[in-house]
């Protein structure tokens, strides 16, 4: 597919760009007109590459893409799913260039979305098309693109279970997630789960002059404060209750296999401008954020934030604090634990909210199957290096979802890299893995 | 002069709020044309109120506005302070009507500035316009307004040196505080100091994904959280080193005096709308306010605040915070105990950033001087009960400042009420306390 993408190129790049342009940001209201626009774009691009029959499915949230191309029913059915929504941009003063206009600099394309996940979906297409174009198509092939991935994906498990006969396949191919390095492909054999809620913690029912009240009533900041630092101990533990409860402890043995993955401390640590990492005591960082859960406040905000320093005791104080489950965790059961926790911990001086936001449970795939040595095949081929199975912090609950509605495991081919820094100002993909991962993607075809 | 006051009632009213349709905030950039207006409004109304010179004085900041009436230079001579600078209002949408526009309801003059400190210094002019036009005046009488004081008076020390000649005076009057309540009158006899501070703690140096780095890498909202946390222990003590080395434990005898003023806990309780008070173990609400010192987070900021959920692990987190300061407490050192403190508990996963914000000492006003005993009197005749000494637990740093650099004791004849609600939405004075106010400082002047 090498001398396809040469000759393509440019054509390629432009499509791209037309996907990146579009704001399809599907946490803020406001884009709503721009998620429709994001999936009539797609439609077009899927007929293009030679999809029967591309359409684009209206939810209560944003809509869902779904093509196909059925070959002959007896080949094997490959579903890939994808998503086309994005993460918010902000603080947009960071980003060196315009986030919906994307740029190459220094071999990679930077906009929001680059690589999450409209550019490793776009791989899938461009492969698509090449099969269909070039060497002929031996699988039957269905798309599924969801607008709500960044959001929790409120609408895809009730569609998938409308339509579970539409999207009956053998495996559910992914291009969402990292490889360790350039030089160290892997493949993603598992995720995290996630559990993410938002608190808000009530003190004094108006905000009040910290001079005349500070000392003898509660400032909800501070108690917000002592309550997120309680739910961490210093051994790095969750001390909600019951939260470790169905955490599977690794054998000795798979703890030696994921400790093969190779992994230099002293550069991951200037990469992220850190002088020292923290984690959980007992665990590797590779454990800490594959086999382990853990818990982040994803944001922080009461009293005056402004310029200047006003003295007030503020009335709220809220934070949107989010757990990574590791699998065998359930993802319900974690929030309701952790919302009981937490309204068990607050004092009688504030008064305590928490409200679910979105999560889904983790999910492991075996090595031993078919589309999983297929994969590791494609791999070797392009990077001429066996992938390493690896084991994904990030969270894509709707692959538990489906892969419970539908029956079918999902694979991770992942193309993205660290350096990309998706959800950060600058997001990047790199154009040479843009490329090998639309080659790596048409050999899985090959060999699976 | 309560026929004088029912005679110019509309006038001063009027008048009052010329005052306060000047949006004068003075920690925000955009207002500084409004500070210029405010105090040359100050002026105007000053010279018609029967002052000899009113003068607008350019400082490095906000200008201050200086006005005085010489009857007799051997007569005393009376320095009423005020600051014409106001908070900021947000947050807006919790306002009933406009900050900027006042509005009568109830009673009460509702909009920034009506009771802090644009309508308790309102009372000075028209007591001072009473005795000028109706009764003679037996009084040298000075004015200093400010227009900094809600941002810590960066100038007006420098500039109370340099003019130190002009402001030679016997005791320095000022309405800036509260009385207990409209049925207990009371004067401050002293005022908490203040050490203000903005820390910034910053782990990675760019956002990052919280389900990659998760559980690997400090969040600097959780480090933050635990920091603040660590501030104050179990019992309400402040622990940062060294804070409780100049405090001066209060005699019981002391205590007892204090404990006189008329409190009810349940009325505090249900005007905060909380469930409990919280505060120093072995201390009650008002010793908690009054005589001992206090952390509070004025405000806290880091992540993604907006709508939705955003699984980022924040490169940086923010936080305001001040300490108030008894008597002997002084702000410079407590300021830099704390910035020592708080950089020793870093841990080493982050980097930390502490820059002070403002600060001032706090004072105490003997009550057997002559201008305490004017006060009590006055308000005696006004409110038909002597007023009880109180200890304000709020700040102005400055008057400590005055103190020191002009040799003159601060008496704080305050007619604010806790339902004015300063420095929160819908800040209110009631019409009640600002004509008996300029009753009882028209009285002071006889009795002093």
Same mark, same amino acid.
């Given at each position: 597919m090498k001398q396809y993408i040469e000759k393509n190129r440019e054509r390629f790049l432009e499509e791209l760009f037309s996907l990146l342009r579009i704001p399809s940001v599907s946490s803020l209201e406001e884009h709503r007109p721009d998620m429709k626009r994001c999936a009539d774009r797609l439609v077009e691009l899927l007929l293009e590459a030679g999809a029967d029959t591309a359409e684009v499915y209206p939810t209560d949230g944003h809509p869902v893409v779904f093509a196909q191309k059925t070959v002959d029913p007896s080949l094997r059915t490959v579903l890939v799913y994808g998503h086309y929504d994005v993460q918010p941009v902000?603080? =947009? /003063? =960071?980003? +060196? &260039?315009?986030?919906? /206009?994307p740029e190459i600099r220094d071999g990679a394309i930077y906009a929001r979305g680059a690589n999450d996940d409209k550019g490793q979906l776009f791989m899938h297409l461009k492969a698509f098309e090449y099969m269909v174009r070039e060497t002929g198509l031996k699988h039957n092939v269905k798309f599924i693109f969801e607008g709500e991935e960044e959001i929790g994906s409120p609408s895809l498990a009730a569609w998938a279970r409308e339509h579970r006969d539409l999207l009956k396949a053998d495996i559910i191919l992914v291009s969402d997630t990292t490889m360790i390095s350039e030089s160290v492909p892997s493949i993603n054999c598992g995720m995290r789960g996630l559990s993410y809620v938002e608190v808000k913690v009530t003190g004094p029912d108006k905000d009040l002059h910290s001079g005349h009240y500070g000392g003898a009533v509660a400032n909800p900041v501070n108690i917000l404060c002592d309550m997120i630092s309680s739910l961490i101990d210093k051994d790095g533990h969750i001390t909600v209750k019951g939260f470790y409860d169905d955490v599977v402890e690794l054998s000795d043995e798979d703890r030696a296999k994921l400790a093969r993955a190779p992994f230099d401390l002293e550069e991951y640590k200037e990469f992220l401008g850190i002088r020292d990492v923290k984690g959980e +005591?007992?665990?590797t960082t590779l454990e800490r954020t594959g086999i382990r859960p853990c818990l982040d406040v994803n944001g922080i905000w009461g009293g005056y934030t402004g310029e200047g320093a006003k003295t007030v005791l503020p009335s709220e104080a809220h934070a949107k604090i989010s757990m990574r489950l590791v699998p065998n965790q359930d993802s319900e059961t974690i929030t309701r634990l952790f919302m009981d926790h937490f309204r068990a911990i607050a004092p009688d001086c504030v008064k305590v909210d928490v409200t679910p936001c979105h999560g889904g449970n983790g999910f492991l795939i075996p090595i031993s199957s078919d589309a999983y040595q297929a994969a590791s095949k494609a791999m070797t081929d392009v990077y001429g290096i066996e992938p390493v199975p690896s084991r994904g912090g990030g969270s894509i609950p709707v692959l538990a979802d489906l892969q419970r509605i539908l029956g079918i495991d999902p694979l991770l081919m992942g193309f993205g =890299?660290?350096?990309?820094?998706?959800? &950060?100002?600058n997001e990047s993909y790199l154009l040479s893995q843009l490329f090998r991962g639309m080659e790596a993607i048409a050999l899985f075809y090959r060999y699976y």
């Open positions: 902000d603080p =947009l /003063e =960071l980003w +060196k &260039s315009d986030p919906f /206009e +005591k007992g665990y =890299l660290e350096r990309d820094t998706i959800h &950060s100002p």
